[in-house]
């Protein structure tokens, strides 16, 4: 079981390229998310989905677009990079129906910087 | 105003203290709370969780929910330099399951 992966773990980009941000999860979980994570800000909501084909989103989905074609999958793209964007993303997965918590299970992280 | 608020610290306690992390949060319509810890360049984990009021007691460590004051502790007992990390609290409410709200997290350090 890997759990909840991440692709790449570290990325260096210029300011207006874009790129994706590759999340996939073998436990079946209905829920997927990405966050961001800031000094002195926590983790802040990106998009959300529920399940394939449904995509919502977060706290701060401003220059971010999500899609679940898969259950297993789901990529971040950033369309246009601005050194804003600088952080340190995680992906989270979750089972919906039949979990007590709502625990959320985190991949390890993809640290990005954009000069 | 952010919906959960946390002192970032850092804090620093030499090993064996207590230590004493807290939340507090606006929306009253939370009834589920975590704490995750994430140690350094690593993602986050549950470490506690508690559903609506009460204590919850592991090993070294207590989550406490006080949903009248809107404030949420996590102790942590005979602290090791190993607990060193961050601590993050998080809750959600009964029907966002998954869409958990965090803190700023609290980073804390325990020397030997």
């Known amino acids: 079981n890997a759990g909840v992966t991440q692709t790449p773990k570290f990325q260096v980009l210029k300011t207006g390229q874009s790129m994706t941000l590759q999340c996939a999860q073998d436990?079946?979980?209905?829920?997927m998310s990405w966050y961001r994570q800031d000094p002195g800000m926590g983790l802040r909501l990106i998009h959300y989905?529920?399940?394939?084909?449904?995509?919502d989103q977060g706290e701060v989905p401003n220059g971010y677009n999500v899609s679940r074609s898969t259950t297993e999958d789901f990529p971040l793209r950033l369309l246009s990079a601005a050194p804003s964007q600088t952080s340190v993303y995680f992906c989270?997965?979750?089972?919906?129906?039949?979990?007590?918590?709502?625990?959320?299970?985190f991949g390890e992280g993809s640290r990005l910087t954009v000069l | 105003q952010k919906e959960v608020e946390q002192d970032p610290g850092p804090l620093s306690v030499p090993e064996g203290a207590i230590v004493s992390l807290n939340c507090t949060y606006s929306?009253?319509?939370?009834?589920?709370f975590m704490w995750y810890r994430q140690y350094s360049r690593k993602g986050p984990e549950l470490l506690m969780y508690?559903?609506?009021?009460g204590n919850k007691e592991d090993g070294r460590f207590t989550a406490q929910v006080d949903k009248s004051s809107k404030y949420i502790s996590l102790f942590i007992r005979d602290s090791q330099p190993s607990d060193s990390a961050t601590y993050l609290c998080?809750?959600?409410?009964?029907?966002?399951?998954?869409?958990?709200?965090f803190g700023q997290g609290t980073t804390l350090q325990v020397k030997p």
């Open positions: 989270a997965s979750t089972l919906l129906r039949g979990s007590n918590t709502g625990e959320l299970f």
């Open positions: 436990m079946n979980h209905e829920y």
């Open positions: 989905s529920v399940g394939a084909g449904i995509t």
């Open positions: 929306n009253s319509a939370f009834q589920y």
């Open positions: 508690t559903y609506s009021s």
């Open positions: 998080a809750m959600r409410s009964r029907s966002n399951t998954g869409k958990l709200i």
